[in-house]
């Protein structure tokens, strides 16, 4: 395990994150048959423009760099609060470890973290969706005792 920190993005991060992590989803949504690449980008903005009203400081939404040791950026994180069935719960909207840092162990170190601020908030439940296609992602989800069906993976913390 790596030593980790989970950082408040600034503008700039946010900016940088944002766009690979709209890329990603575009490009997941069009391998998963959901959208097309024709109306991909104008699906993706509209979703954008919807979920984050107020950008990195929209409400209930968390932003932050993945960083090992003292100023080694290896990925970022973002998830929000949301609710279901009258519980509070984080959904974990995209995790990024960059290339050169994965399969590495950073995602596994990246998510113990999270899980301990998750329950500095009060929250004792974790929701992520994973794509079929996504088979190490899911792998790790599970080996880290996520659970679920239909890509939509649970974990009580």
């Not at 097309?36 to 903005?45: G, H, V």
């Not at 989800?141 to 069906?149: F, I, P, R």
Request: hydrophobic fraction near 40%; aromatic fraction near 12%.
């Amino acid at each position: 395990m790596y030593m980790i920190k989970l950082e408040p993005m600034d503008t700039t991060q946010y900016d940088e994150f944002m766009k690979i992590s709209m890329d990603d989803h575009m490009r997941s949504q069009i391998k998963a048959g959901e959208w097309t690449e024709s109306n991909a980008l104008d699906n993706m903005k509209e979703m954008k423009s919807k979920v984050l009203n107020n950008g990195l400081d929209t409400q209930d939404h968390y932003f932050f760099n993945i960083v090992e040791g003292e100023d080694v950026q290896v990925g970022g994180l973002w998830f929000a609060k949301a609710e279901n069935q009258d519980q509070e719960l984080i959904f974990i909207i995209d995790i990024q470890i960059y290339e050169e840092y994965r399969r590495k162990g950073y995602g596994e170190s990246t998510f113990k973290i999270m899980e301990d601020k998750v329950k500095d908030m009060g929250i004792n439940i974790i929701a992520l969706h994973v794509f079929d296609h996504n088979a190490p992602a899911r792998a790790m989800y599970e080996k880290l005792g996520y659970a679920g069906s239909e890509g939509n993976l649970f974990k009580m913390i």
